[in-house]
C-alpha cells in the first residue's frame, strides 16, 4: 500500500496538467468572447441565427452532416480552402460564438461549408440537392435526404413549391415531391452560413 | 516494488514453484469467482461487436453506395456512423476492457472477487445506457460531438454503470493480498481514474452547459483523444504486460523501462487532443502544445515496444502453438506503429495533407482495433476457458477469426491510409476539382480505396462471426459439462 497514495497523486497531477491547459487556458482567453461592430459596416458581428435557421441547425446536427462537412476555412498558405473559393478569408474563434455545439467537422468527404450560403444561394438548388443530390451534383457520394420531403398525390393542380424534377427522376405520373419543414429549415441554416465578415483578427 | 525476476515469475507462473499448488488453487478460486461478471461483460460486448459491425458495413457502403438504404432517416449514413462508432468504442471495446480489467486486477492482487453485485449492476446501467444511447443517435438525438454523441437522457446511465465499476476497483485494490505492484496494475488504476474524470468534464463542458463556442472544440478532442490515450490504451497495455509474459512463463524484460513507458504516457498522451484541430480557428499555442506532446509520445511507446519486444526476443517461435499469443503480439506491434505514424500525423506539415481525409479514419482503426480491439480478442481468448473450465470448441475458427481480421485490418489500414494521403494531395491542389464526373477529381479519385476498404470490412466480419459461433458453442459445451459429473479436465494454453 505504500506506493498507492503515491501513484493516484501521480495519475491525478498528470490528467489535470492537461484539464488546466487545453480546457481551463482555453476557457479563459476565449470563453467570455463578445460579438463586435465591424467598422467597415457599421454592423454587430456574429449573430445569433433565426429561428427557422435554428431549427435548420438542428437538422444538420440530428442527420450527422458533420461526418463529412467540416465548417472551418484553413489561413492562406496553409492547405487550398481559399483557393478553391472555400472562404474569403480564415475562420476565427469569434465567427462560432452562438453554435451549440460548435461542428468544425475534421473529415471532408464533401466540400467545406463555411461559405455555402454565399457559394451557392439557390434555395432550389438546395432542394433538389438534398432531395437526391445527383439531380445536380453529377458523380456526387452523398447521401440523399428523402425523408425530408413528401410524396404527394397532385391535386387539382401542382403545388407551388413541388420539386421540379428532371426526367431521368421523375415519379409516375400523378405524384409530387413536397419539402417538409424540415427541409426548408435546413435550407435556411445552410444559406445563413457565412464568414465574410472583416473581422481585425481575421486580417 | 523491487521485484527481482523470480518473484515476478512466482507472480505469473505459481505452478513453478513448491507452493505451487496452493497458488493454483487461489487462482482458480478467483476464476470462479470472476465467471458471472466477467462473462456477462463479454457475452454482451460479443453483442455490441456484432451490431457495431454490421453498422460499419452498412456505413462503408454507403460510401460509395450512396442510395443503398438511403430513404429512412434512421438509416442515413450521418446516423448510422456514429451509431456505429459509439457501439463499438463503449457497448464492444469499452465492455470488453472493463471484463479484461476486472480479472487482472482479480489476479494481480491476488483476491476472489468481492462484491460481485456492483459489476452486475454496472453491467445493467452500461449496456442500458449503450442501447439506449444508440436507439437515441438512430432517432436523430445526437449531441452532434463526435465520440460524445450519446443523447443527454443516456449518459448519466454510463456514468453511474462506470463510477460503481471504479469503485470497485478501488475497493479490490485496497484490500489486495499481494502487496507487489506489477506494471499492468498501474496502467488500470489510472484508467480507472482518468475515465471519469474525463466523461464528467466534458458532459458538463459541452453537453449540459456549453461553453462558449470554439473552447466546445477544445474540450471536445481533449476528451476523444484521451478516451483512445488515457482508457483504451492503459488497458490494452496491461493486458499486453500481463499476458505476454504469462503465456511465455518469463518476466517482462525490464521493470524500469515499464515504469518509464507508464510516467512518460500519464504525463505526455493527455496533452495530445488539439492536433485534431490544426489550422482551425483556436489559439496557435493551443495547437502547438498539442503537436509537441504527440510527438514526445515516441518516449512511451518506443519504450513500451522495446519492452515487449526484448519480452518476446527468442520465443516468437511460439506464436506458431499460442493463439493468445498471436493476437497480443499483432495488438503490441500495431500499438507501436499505430502511435508512430500518429506522430507523424500530429506535425503540421503532414497534418496539412492528412487532416481531413480518410487517413484519419484508418489511423482511428489502427489504434481501435488493430491493437486495442486484437488484444481485447486474445484476452477474451485466454480467460473464458479458464472461468468456464471447458476448452474453446475449435481451435479452427480462432484460427479463422485471427487470420481475417489480422488480414482485413492490415488492408484496411494500408489501402485507406494511403488513399487519404491522395485525397489530401488532391484537396490541396487546387487545379484538381473537387467533384467531377468525368475528369479526375477529389471525390471520384477516393471511390477504389472506399470499395477495398468495404471488401476489408466483410473479411473482418467474417472474423468476428467465426469468434461469436466459437463463443456460443463454448457456453453450450460449459452447460452441457454441468449437467455431466464433474470431471477436472486441465486447461490447455490456448
Request: net charge positive; with cysteine; charged share 10%.
Amino acid at each position: 500500500m505504500r506506493y498507492g497514495p503515491l501513484i493516484f497523486v501521480g495519475i491525478f497531477l498528470t490528467l489535470a496538467s492537461s484539464w488546466c491547459g487545453l480546457v481551463l487556458m482555453p476557457q479563459i482567453q476565449l470563453g467570455r468572447q463578445q460579438a463586435v461592430k465591424i467598422e467597415e459596416t457599421g454592423e454587430i458581428y456574429p449573430t445569433p441565427r433565426s429561428g427557422l435557421a435554428q431549427q435548420g441547425f438542428e437538422i444538420y446536427r440530428a442527420n450527422g452532416c458533420i461526418y463529412c462537412h467540416s465548417q472551418q476555412v484553413r489561413p492562406e498558405g496553409f492547405g487550398a480552402d481559399i483557393l478553391r473559393n472555400w472562404g474569403q478569408r480564415r475562420t476565427v474563434a469569434r465567427d462560432y460564438l452562438y453554435d451549440k455545439p460548435v461542428m468544425l467537422g475534421t473529415m471532408r468527404t464533401g466540400p467545406d461549408l463555411t461559405n455555402i450560403g454565399l457559394r451557392q444561394t439557390s434555395a432550389a438548388w438546395h432542394l433538389l440537392h438534398l432531395y437526391n443530390p445527383r439531380i445536380v451534383s453529377k458523380g456526387s457520394i452523398m447521401p440523399p435526404f428523402p425523408f425530408l420531403f413528401e410524396k404527394k398525390k397532385i391535386g387539382s393542380r401542382l403545388s407551388p413549391d413541388a420539386l421540379k424534377l428532371p426526367p431521368e427522376f421523375a415519379l409516375e405520373p400523378g405524384y409530387e415531391i413536397v419539402p417538409r419543414p424540415e427541409a426548408r429549415a435546413l435550407v435556411q441554416y445552410l444559406l445563413s452560413l457565412k464568414a465574410n465578415a472583416p473581422l481585425p483578427e481575421a486580417k | 516494488m523491487n521485484e527481482s525476476p523470480q518473484s515476478v515469475l512466482r507472480v505469473l507462473s505459481p505452478a513453478d514453484t513448491e507452493d505451487g499448488m496452493q497458488q493454483r488453487a487461489l487462482l482458480s478460486e478467483i476464476d470462479t469467482s470472476c465467471r458471472t461478471p466477467v462473462m456477462l461483460l463479454f457475452g454482451f460486448s460479443l453483442v455490441w461487436l456484432l451490431i457495431g459491425t454490421a453498422f460499419a458495413l452498412v456505413t462503408s457502403f454507403k460510401m460509395h453506395a450512396p442510395d443503398f438504404l438511403g430513404s429512412t432517416a434512421w438509416l442515413t449514413f450521418g446516423r448510422v456512423r456514429p451509431a456505429h462508432l459509439n457501439s463499438v468504442v463503449y457497448g464492444f471495446a469499452s465492455q470488453a476492457g472493463i471484463g479484461v480489467a476486472l480479472w487482472l486486477m482479480c489476479r494481480l492482487c491476488r483476491t476472489p472477487l468481492i462484491l460481485g453485485w456492483i459489476i452486475n449492476l454496472t453491467v445493467v446501467f452500461w449496456n442500458l445506457g449503450v442501447a439506449i444511447g444508440i436507439v437515441g443517435i438512430l432517432a436523430g438525438d445526437s449531441t452532434g460531438l463526435e465520440w460524445l454523441e450519446i443523447p443527454p437522457y443516456a449518459t448519466p446511465m454510463l456514468f453511474v454503470g462506470f463510477a460503481l465499476f471504479a469503485l470497485w476497483g478501488i475497493i479490490t485494490f485496497r484490500y489486495r493480498r499481494e502487496s507487489h505492484l506489477y506494471i499492468s496494475q498501474f496502467y488500470l488504476l489510472a484508467a480507472l481514474f482518468w475515465f471519469p474524470w474525463l466523461y464528467t468534464a466534458a458532459q458538463i463542458l459541452i453537453v449540459m452547459d456549453p461553453v462558449r463556442g470554439v473552447v466546445q472544440a477544445a474540450v471536445n478532442w481533449w476528451f476523444a483523444h484521451n478516451v483512445l490515450g488515457l482508457w483504451i490504451t492503459p488497458i490494452g497495455l496491461a493486458a499486453i504486460y500481463y499476458f505476454i509474459p504469462k503465456v511465455l512463463g518469463r518476466p517482462v524484460h525490464s521493470y524500469y523501462l515499464s515504469m518509464l513507458g507508464f510516467w512518460s504516457l500519464a504525463l505526455f498522451y493527455n496533452w495530445n487532443g488539439m492536433h485534431h484541430l490544426v489550422g482551425g480557428p483556436l489559439p496557435a499555442w493551443l495547437i502547438t502544445v498539442s503537436i509537441v506532446a504527440s510527438a514526445m509520445m515516441t518516449i512511451p511507446v518506443v519504450t513500451v515496444g522495446i519492452n515487449h519486444h526484448l519480452t518476446m526476443w527468442g520465443n516468437f517461435h511460439r506464436l506458431k502453438d499460442s493463439p493468445v499469443l498471436r493476437f497480443m503480439v499483432f495488438g503490441g506491434m500495431s500499438y507501436t506503429f499505430t502511435s508512430l505514424h500518429g506522430v507523424l500525423l500530429a506535425l503540421r506539415s503532414v497534418s496539412e495533407v492528412t487532416h481531413f481525409t480518410h487517413s484519419t479514419i484508418a489511423h482511428a482503426h489502427q489504434g481501435m482495433y488493430a491493437f486495442f480491439a486484437m488484444v481485447m480478442f486474445g484476452s477474451i481468448y485466454y480467460i473464458v476457458p479458464r472461468l468456464l473450465q471447458v476448452e474453446w470448441p475449435s481451435a479452427r475458427l480462432i484460427r479463422l477469426h485471427f487470420w481475417a481480421c489480422a488480414i482485413g485490418i492490415t488492408i484496411y489500414v494500408f489501402v485507406l491510409g494511403f488513399g487519404g494521403v491522395m485525397q489530401g494531395l488532391a484537396m490541396n491542389n487546387p487545379d484538381v476539382p473537387f467533384l467531377d464526373p468525368v475528369k479526375p477529381s477529389v471525390v471520384t479519385l477516393t471511390i477504389p480505396y472506399l470499395k477495398i476498404r468495404s471488401h476489408s470490412g466483410i473479411l473482418i466480419a467474417i472474423g468476428h462471426l467465426a469468434f461469436a459461433v466459437n463463443f456460443v458453442w463454448i457456453l453450450i459445451r460449459w452447460i452441457k459439462a454441468g449437467r455431466k459429473p464433474q470431471t477436472t479436465t486441465p486447461v490447455s494454453s490456448v
